[in-house]
Each structure stands twice: as C-alpha cells, then as structure tokens.
C-alpha cells in the first residue's frame, strides 16, 4: 500500500515537472521569435514571467510590557465646579427626606449625601455570575469640602484580594452610612458581594440603604427620552458632552486585550468611561433632586419633569404631594399620551379623597378623545360608576355604559364584557324607577 502512495506521488510530481517545462517551452519559443530582442534580453523576459514566491507578512512583535498589578487613583473635585448643568456642591443640600422618597428607604430619613458611597464597576462580563470579576471599581464621595473620584485598577488578576482586601480597608476607615448607584441592586453590588465570598472577606455594604438611582430615574424621565442609560441621561440632561466616551460593551475586549498585550493605553478610555459614570450618576441625582425644588426661581423643571416627579411621590405613597405634581403638569405643555395618563392618575387621587368634582372633570376631559384606548374606556367606565353610585342618575350612567360598550367592540373584550353587563344593569335600574313613578300614591 504504502509502495502505491509513494509511486503515484511521484506521478504528480512527474507530471507537474513535465508541465512546468513545457510552459518554459512555450514561452521561450514565443521570445525566440521576437527578432527585435537580444538572447540576453529574451533571458531576463523568461526569468522575469516565472511566478515570484509571496513575501510573509511579519506580524509586530508585542514587546512584553510591566504593568503595576494593582493601581489606585483619586481626583479630588471642589465643590464649586460644575459638571455639565449642575454644581458638584448641590447634592449637599439634597435632603434625606427626599432621598427616603426616590430611594424607598426609610433609613435615608436621617441621613444626606455627605455621608454616602457612589459606586459603578468595571467589569470582566456585561451578565454577572461568578465567572465575572469586576477589574475596576469606581468611587464617589464627598469629604473635606469636595468630592473625590477613587479607582481601584487590577492590572494582575491574581491581585484581586489584595484589591477587595484594600477597599474593604478604605469601607471601613470612611464609615459610610449609605449607597448610590445606578442599577447597583441588580448588577453591581451582588456581584462585589459573590467576590468577597469567594475569598472568604466580609461585606459590610449590603447592611446599608441604598438609592438605585436607575429606578427614579425611570419615573422622572422615561416618558421624555429614549431610553434611560447612564450617559444617554447624562449628554441629554446634564449636556456633559460624552462624545468621546467609548460604550459600555467595549469594556470587556478592552480589558481582555490589556492583559494579552500589556498596553495601558486600551485601559485609560476604560477609567475615564468609569470616572464620568460616577460624576454623571452624581450629577442626574443632583438634576433629579431639583425637579422637587419648591423654589420657583431655583427650579428649571418643565410639565414633563413634573409628571415624573408626580409618579415618583405616588410609589413612595404620598399622594397628596403626587397630585400636586399631576397639577402643575397638567398646567404645562405635555404630550398627548402623557396628558391622558397625567388625567387619569390625578382623577384616581381625587376620586381617593373623595374631590368628585374634580374628578369628573377630568374623566370628561378623557372621554371627549374620538379615538378607541384603553384611557378613553376607563374615563367612561368611571363616570357610569359615579352616576350610577353617587348620583343615583341611571339614565346617564346608562349612555356613558352604551357609549362604552360600543367604543369597546373590537378593541377590548374585558371592557366590552363589562359595559354589557353594566348597561343591561342599568337598563332594569332604569325599569324601576320608571314603574315607581307610574304608581299611583297610596292612600
């Protein structure tokens, strides 16, 4: 067999021989014909047409690069710079009170900012799990008079302890008593919490209230902008002007890329994508804040802010103050679904205390839409409830009832099942208080 294999190898390269030469052949007979050459010449022309073997590209050398295996950075800010729209200063005066409300914590009651931990990592995974490993933790606190920005930097995986070790050094020196960040609860902090337990070191942050500013942020400003990213609120509300910032999703390749090659210059986008984070997560709280601002001259918030900061006060339970927000929303320029769902919160609150008037304002006010919605179909659910219940006025609870049930074919079968059996409710309601005016009176 193996005779076999080497004679017909030996074949091909035969064969490949005896076509090379007949091309040479060729082609030299070809030359040879051209009088207007010298041999010499001929020669060249021949050498010059057999095909020349590629040059290897020589891929650059990475030169092996020393790297600190642990680096650790502050930038202190004074209180009276500003970044973007705000002061650095202002989220001083924020007052726990307000800080209980976005944050749903009671424990903020009796605390400020001057005492808390902003916190935004940097991480190995966009995902979580124990795989992931946080290589850049960035910090944010206030202490003598400014605000610091720390980071701690692994340059070596294998330091990792030594940085949980040393930051749990600086938790415990600066005796923090909260923590602010922006999907923390879900991301951030569990993670942190899964690395100290892998290298059996305590936790002592998952005691403290914690403001998860993505939350409140959410309420204030979904309904005004596209989405309700970190630097997206931050370009659009702060104008901070992040143009050059690198996306959150480039991390990782960054980091992976830094420990093969050693060159730092991937990192410092990283650690300046993870710095503004922090001033940025300061600042919307800050932006946040002042919609609440009951000064007039010190509140830039428009209709919309104020629909936000009415939800806000409507998770946190303090409705009173919600549809006083609600209100002054309503007196601005909103968009047409955000003015039908600021109608319909505020008409629940007042429908709560009891403000019928005022209610059924509103509930008017949402039923004049031509168009088939959810809304509309509530506005006349409740104004068939009111009639019905509080007015003792069947036949107009009974045409809001029909009006419904016609708006509602097609569109919405829970709706439509109700209105049905409401108006025929209704229609026997109506039967006898007309039998009972038709009596005559007894003597």
């Known amino acids: ?83 973007g729209q705000v002061t ?112 059996r070191l305590p936790f002592r942050l998952h005691s403290l209230p914690h403001l998860d500013f993505l939350f409140p942020a959410r309420n204030l400003w979904q309904h005004k902008f596209e989405n309700c990213k970190l630097s997206y609120l931050a370009r659009q509300l702060l104008l901070t002007g992040r143009d050059d910032d690198i996306p959150s999703s480039e991390v990782p390749w960054r980091y ?21 984070d922090i001033l940025s997560l300061l600042g919307l709280v800050i932006m946040g804040a002042s919609i609440f601002d009951e000064d007039p001259d010190s ?45 319909r919160r505020l008409a629940s609150q007042y429908k709560r205390s009891e403000t019928w008037e005022k209610a059924v304002s509103l509930w008017k006010e949402m039923s004049d839409s031509e168009y088939a919605s959810s809304d509309l179909l509530y506005s006349l659910r409740e104004l068939s409830m009111y009639f019905e219940h509080h007015e003792k006025h069947f036949k107009n609870a009974h045409r809001y009832a029909e009006e419904g049930y016609v708006v509602a074919m097609g569109f919405s079968s829970r709706y439509e099942q109700d209105f049905s059996h409401r108006k025929d409710r209704l229609k026997q309601k109506l039967k006898k208080e007309l039998n009972e005016k038709e009596k005559p009176d007894a003597k």
């Open 88 to 199: 650095i200063g202002d989220g001083l005066k924020i007052s726990g009170h307000l800080l209980a409300c976005l944050s749903r914590e009671p424990k903020f009651e009796d605390l400020d900012l001057s005492t808390a931990l902003f916190f935004d990592l940097e991480t190995t995974g966009l995902s979580g799990g124990t795989g992931v490993i946080p290589f850049n933790i960035g910090l944010g606190y206030y202490r003598d008079d400014k605000f610091w920005v720390v980071q701690y930097f692994l340059g070596e995986l294998a330091e990792e302890e030594r940085m949980l070790k040393e930051f749990d050094q600086l938790l415990s020196d600066m005796d923090f008593q909260s923590l602010v960040s922006y999907n923390g609860k879900t991301f951030d902090l569990p993670l942190l919490e899964t690395r100290f337990i892998l290298h």
């Open 1 to 83: 067999m193996t005779d076999l294999k080497d004679k017909l190898e030996q074949l091909k390269r035969e064969r490949a021989a005896r076509s090379k030469s007949q091309s040479i052949k060729d082609t030299w007979s070809k030359l040879d014909k051209d009088n207007a050459l010298t041999t010499k010449e001929k020669l060249e022309a021949l050498i010059n047409l057999r095909p020349q073997k590629e040059k290897r590209v020589q891929k650059p050398k990475v030169e092996s690069v020393e790297r600190e295996p642990l680096q650790f950075t502050e930038n202190p800010y004074a209180l009276e710079v500003r970044y």
């Open 256 to 276: 992976f890329q830094y420990l093969q090659t050693g060159d730092f210059s991937l990192i410092e986008p990283v650690l300046y994508h993870n710095s503004e």
């Open 299 to 343: 509140c830039s918030a428009g209709a919309m802010d104020f629909f936000g900061a009415g939800k806000v006060l409507e998770k946190a339970g303090q409705t009173e103050k919600a549809a006083d927000y609600f209100e002054k929303a309503l007196n601005g320029s909103l968009s047409d679904d955000v003015g039908l769902s600021t109608r």
